[in-house]
Nanobody
């Protein structure tokens, strides 16, 4: 059973940067693919970025070139570096984990709020 705890959210002006962190515990971190999702008010949750156990990354088109996902297997951490933030990036951001052989993310953090003011 993996537990995930996000941190690093906050209020930032458009064009600014934030770094989200996710601390994982309770499992063998190297066995899990990780991802960041977000959910804005009135919208469905969407995948922002994912990183495989081997470090292969994927991004939503809306964040390509602005966001970077990374993982530190020695520290059981995953990060989301967010640059050139836009008001439409405002959402609750969730860290998620799945066993590498599964297709769905089964472990979720509580979320951290990111608000980008114009």
């Amino acid at each position: 059973q993996v537990q995930l705890v996000e941190s690093g959210g906050g209020l930032v002006q458009a064009g600014g940067s934030l770094r989200l962190s996710c601390a994982a515990s309770g499992g063998t971190f190297n066995n899990y693919a990780m991802a960041w999702y977000r959910q804005a008010p009135g919208k469905e949750r969407e995948l922002v970025a994912g990183i495989s156990i081997g470090g292969v990354t994927t991004y939503a088109d809306s964040v390509k070139g602005r966001f970077t996902i990374s993982r530190d297997n020695a520290k059981n951490m995953v990060y989301l570096e967010m640059n050139s933030l836009k008001p439409e990036d405002t959402a609750v951001y969730y860290c998620a984990a799945r066993r590498a052989y599964l297709s769905r993310y089964g472990y979720w953090g509580q979320g951290t709020q990111v608000t980008v003011s114009s």
